[in-house]
């Protein structure tokens, strides 16, 4: 498929939910003069449990949406859509297409104690992209790698809870076996788990750095359309639009709260533009 694209186009944003808004922080950090399209596939949530196919079938409805939306890239938020959807997505659009892997290099490369530990979505940890990482940069070192899923996790953020006490149990019990283990740095491999630092930080204190991908995925980003000449030449700050694929006022109350990233880096306007899109 093909679009014509302008540099003035907004970047598309694309997650299952609430969890690529710490992304998308870091992306208007790093991109502050573009306009941004963020779409939450909430109708489909949870991805991490899902199918490889399933996933695959979804991510592709997303982008599509997306690229009907005009937009110059497509930034897939999502380390459990990237695992199973980036050749695929390449090889039909396109448009620059910038996916993430959970952030296990600069882990390996900070451990001090030789063991890393990785959270991410059961999928994720299916997925080839993860495995491919741990493969080649972790098994060389002989550095530990251990890792840690729950199908709660999601649902728990989605629906307010990521400082609650049901959070913080799952955690625990997770976690422990990592910290037991004694890693030092804690890859924080779904987009939502930035959400999660203060239940972390309440449960271990500073026994982890707590590592994830946004930044650099920003600044990929930012190379990427620098390098296709589609960086926008407005002088003014870019805007976001909201696009959810269930219920507008469902997603609101989450999506006005995280919309600023896991450091509250942006302050939500009042109220939020977010409108219902079919994929
Ligand atoms: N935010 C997604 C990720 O980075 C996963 C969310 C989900 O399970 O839907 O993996």
């Known amino acids: 498929m093909s679009h014509p694209m302008s540099s ?61 939306q005009g937009v110059k890239a497509v930034v897939v938020a999502c380390n459990t859509a ?13 448009l620059p297409i910038i996916g993430l892997v959970p952030a296990v290099k600069p882990a390996l490369k900070a451990t001090r ?17 993860l495995q491919t990482v741990i493969r080649e940069y972790a098994e060389p070192t002989g550095i530990q790698v251990v890792k840690a899923a729950s199908p709660e996790l999601v649902p728990l953020i989605e629906t307010g809870q990521a400082n609650s006490p049901r ?4 955690l625990r019990d997770i976690l422990t076996p990592i910290a037991e283990a004694g890693g ?27 590592v994830d991908s946004g930044a650099a995925v920003a600044r990929h980003t930012r190379n990427v359309l620098e390098q296709s000449g589609l960086l926008t030449e407005v002088p003014q700050p870019g805007e976001v639009r909201y696009l959810v694929t269930g219920e507008v006022e469902a997603a609101r109350p989450q999506l006005t709260m995280l919309s600023g990233g896991s450091a509250g880096l942006f302050a939500a306007p009042s109220p939020l533009d977010i409108a219902a899109i079919q994929t």
Not at 167 to 170: D, E, I, K, L, S
Request: proline share 4%; aromatic share 8%; glycine share 10%.
């Open 8 to 68: 003035a186009a907004p970047i598309g944003v694309f997650d299952s939910g609430v969890g690529g808004l710490s992304v998308l922080a870091e992306l208007r950090r790093a991109l502050p003069r573009e306009d941004f399209i963020y779409l939450a596939d909430t109708a489909h949530l949870p991805y991490g449990t899902r199918e490889d196919d399933d996933i695959r079938q979804l991510t592709a409805r997303a982008v599509t949406a997306l690229h009907g």
């Open 82 to 94: 990237s695992a199973f959807s980036l050749d695929h997505l390449r090889s039909h659009f396109a």
């Open 113 to 129: 104690t030789g063991v890393v530990g990785v959270l991410a979505t059961p999928s994720t940890m299916r997925g080839s992209l």
């Open 167 to 170: 959070t913080r149990a799952v």
């Open 184 to 210: 030092d740095q804690l890859v924080l491999g779904c987009t939502h788990y930035p959400f999660l630092s203060g239940s972390i930080r309440a449960e271990f204190g500073d026994q982890f750095a707590l």
